[in-house]
């Protein structure tokens, strides 16, 4: 606020007492919700008028009233008694209102000055811990939607308690065991989260050991299945190469079938007896046949001798 005025203000209350004025009301707001700005001042009002940051948002003067912006644009409305409302306020509502009030003979009655803001509720805080060696830290974290967006935040540990205004984050040490609690609020909201002390870094005996036994386990079993497959690799090779020989040996026969000497169109006489020589035939048992009856002997006729002629 402006404090040449205020002091421009106060030597007119001295010079005329009958003139009221107050000083700057402050008035938070969250979005969505509905202002009514009032008048406090008391006498007669025959005219009121509602400025924003100085621009005239709207008069009223007997039963008549004028609106200096669209209805849709500031969402307002005034009551005969000079009440402001602004239906579901947003962020771009926030500034200095200041309302006016002259009496009916035209002579200025009252001036009051109003800061009004409009924040965003608080969104949920996230508490986290980081463990470095022996020290335990919390960490707690508020996600700001603009950059004007700053809270009130609280770490608590039992009696321990650290607080830090106009933030988004905030650390702290604490110790190994126990629960945190974190409060993150403005004006408008307030939340809270809560977790117990709880350090990856920290490993116990059982952990230890069963992290060591998880691990040898692994390890043989990976040596088991490099064996295995090892295994089946060399009983693959030997039934490839078993067939590989018993492939080679059918070839090497059809190869000695094909290479036999072939008879030439013209045999020699020489050839013709060789090839017409009966082959060898395989001994046989041969059972001994009965003898044959011997054939009878023809009497033989005798020869006469010729007659001379």
Known sequence: MNFRRIFLVECLLLLFPSVKCSITNWIYMA????????????????????????????????????????????????????????QQVVREDSGNYTVTVYRKDGKW??????????????????????????????KCEVKQKTKDDLFTIELIQDKIKKIQ??????????????????IAKNRVSEKMAEKAVKCS???????????????????IFVILLIYCIRKKKAERRA???????????????????RELPQTPCNPTPKQ??????????????????PPRPRPRTQQRTPNHPKERP
């Open 165 to 182: 205004n106009n933030t988004t984050k905030l650390d702290m040490h604490v110790r190994k065991a126990g629960t945190v609690r974190c």
């Open 109 to 138: 009655e009252a001036e009051e000055h109003t800061r009004f803001i409009v924040q965003e509720p608080v969104p949920q805080p996230i508490l986290s811990f980081e463990c470095r060696n022996k020290n335990v830290s919390a």
């Open 272 to 289: 013709l007896r060789v090839q017409q020589r009966p082959l060898p035939q395989p001994q046989v048992q041969q059972q001994p046949l």
């Open 31 to 86: 979005v969505n919700e509905t202002l009514l700005l009032s008048i406090t001042a008391g006498g007669s009002l025959y005219e009121v008028i509602w400025q924003k940051n100085g621009t005239k948002l709207l008069q009223i003067k007997g039963n008549d009233v004028r609106y200096y912006a669209k209805k849709t644009e500031c969402r307002c409305k005034i009551f005969p008694n000079g009440t402001l409302q602004i």
């Open 239 to 257: 039934d490839d190469e078993e067939e590989r020989m018993i492939r080679a040996r059918q070839l090497d026969s059809e190869m000695v079938v």
């Open 201 to 219: 870094g920290q490993l116990d005996l059982y952990l230890i050991l069963s992290i060591a036994g998880g691990a040898i386990f692994f390890v």
